[in-house]
């Protein structure tokens, strides 16, 4: 079956960098495009950046500039990498792809932004 696993997540201080990534399984993965959402505590889960399977990329305003996606289709493998974090930045990251109807959700990292 088709899993998406992220790891990556942890605490870092304001200012700093993490890399996130989501090892994709169960898909022929250089066929789908792969988004990254995050969801922070009482809001609602919001689209942070995408790629399609040409490896074009889009952002949300809130991140453009800091957080850059990258694919590896040989590792099966989206990252996620995020510079000059901030505490709004932290949040439940989640790796997600959809193609043909179907819609595929990894469990989350949790990132946390704070010193």
């Known amino acids: 079956q088709v899993q998406l696993v992220e790891s990556g997540g942890g605490l870092v201080q304001p200012g700093g960098s993490l890399r996130l990534s989501c090892a994709a399984s169960?898909?022929?993965?250089?066929?789908?495009?792969m988004n990254w959402y995050r969801q922070a505590p009482g809001k609602e889960r919001e689209l942070v950046a995408t790629?399609?399977?040409?490896?074009?990329?889009n952002y949300a305003d809130s991140v453009k500039g800091r957080f850059t996606i990258s694919r590896e289709n040989a590792a099966n493998t989206v990252y996620l990498q995020m510079n000059s974090l901030k505490p709004e930045d932290t949040a439940i990251y989640y790796c997600?792809?959809?193609?043909?109807?179907?819609?595929?959700w990894g469990k989350g990292t949790l990132v946390t932004v704070a010193s």
């Open positions: 997600n792809t959809r193609r043909a109807g179907a819609d595929y």
């Open positions: 169960g898909i022929t993965f250089r066929l789908y495009p």
């Open positions: 790629i399609s399977i040409g490896s074009i990329t």
